[in-house]
């Protein structure tokens, strides 16, 4: 079951039987979902109704993950600082690098406040993207930090923040596969918990402003 409250404290409880209903479901709500990173024609991304997405006690936010320096990491570690999560993977070709490109920057819009954030990057391709490769995928800026783990890890933290995320094989491509995931920013408080998700197509200015107003 997922349940998840909303801006307007509208409760949906709904039984998730395949993937088709999820994105209608979701899509109907408004709520920002990219398929993303596959090949072909690009997925359509529904608005959500403000930027900002109010998440309910089912986010629980908990996960048990390693760093990119190879740190076992959990979210206790940033226990009295809030953190600022995107989930994605280092061979996405686009939408997972603009989000970064759009973390980046906001983190430069926030000037001295972003000291007071951790933003996260949480790889969804755990048995490509290792420590390494995002200390690598990362280099451009040392103030996100990466974290991984083993397929169970990562399922666990999927759940935690309500992240679909699906393999698609590429028997074509060289990359062999992708990954087709949904796209939001998590904004978490420094007590661990999940309170605001944003859609990923906010400008830097905008969800810097966002975010300052929640520090």
């Given at each position: 079951?997922?349940?998840?409250?909303?801006?307007?404290?509208?409760?949906?409880?709904?039984?998730?039987?395949?993937?088709?209903?999820?994105?209608?479901v979701l899509a109907g709500?408004?709520?920002?979902?990219?398929?993303?990173?596959?090949?072909?024609?690009?997925?359509?991304?529904?608005?959500?109704?403000?930027?900002?997405?109010?998440?309910?006690?089912?986010?629980?936010?908990?996960?048990?993950?390693?760093?990119?320096?190879?740190?076992?990491?959990?979210?206790?570690?940033?226990?009295?600082?809030?953190?600022?999560?995107?989930?994605?993977?280092?061979?996405?070709?686009?939408?997972?690098?603009?989000?970064?490109?759009?973390?980046?920057?906001?983190?430069?819009?926030?000037?001295?406040?972003?000291?007071?954030?951790?933003?996260?990057?949480?790889?969804?391709?755990?048995?490509?993207?290792?420590?390494?490769?995002?200390?690598?995928?990362?280099?451009?800026?040392?103030?996100?930090?990466?974290?991984?783990?083993?397929?169970?890890?990562?399922?666990?933290?999927?759940?935690?923040?309500?992240?679909?995320a699906s393999r698609q094989?590429?028997?074509?491509?060289?990359?062999?596969?992708?990954?087709?995931?949904?796209?939001?920013?998590?904004?978490?408080?420094?007590?661990?918990?999940?309170?605001?998700?944003?859609?990923?197509?906010?400008?830097?200015?905008?969800?810097?402003?966002?975010?300052?107003?929640?520090?």
């Open positions: 079951m997922l349940s998840a409250v909303f801006n307007e404290g509208t409760t949906l409880t709904m039984q998730i039987r395949n993937k088709p209903s999820f994105w209608l709500l408004m709520m920002t979902i990219t398929i993303a990173c596959s090949q072909g024609d690009d997925a359509a991304r529904p608005q959500a109704v403000t930027s900002r997405i109010d998440l309910s006690a089912a986010f629980t936010g908990t996960y048990a993950l390693t760093d990119m320096h190879g740190t076992p990491t959990t979210q206790d570690r940033f226990a009295g600082k809030p953190t600022f999560i995107y989930f994605g993977f280092t061979a996405c070709p686009d939408v997972c690098p603009a989000a970064l490109g759009v973390m980046s920057v906001m983190l430069d819009e926030l000037g001295d406040d972003a000291e007071k954030l951790q933003p996260l990057f949480i790889a969804v391709d755990p048995a490509r993207d290792t420590p390494e490769v995002l200390r690598s995928y990362l280099g451009f800026d040392p103030r996100i930090l990466g974290l991984t783990g083993d397929a169970a890890a990562m399922e666990t933290a999927k759940d935690a923040f309500k992240v679909y094989d590429l028997p074509e491509s060289a990359l062999g596969y992708t990954i087709n995931h949904s796209s939001l920013f998590y904004f978490v408080d420094e007590t661990g918990t999940p309170k605001y998700a944003f859609k990923d197509n906010l400008t830097p200015q905008a969800l810097a402003a966002e975010i300052k107003r929640l520090l």
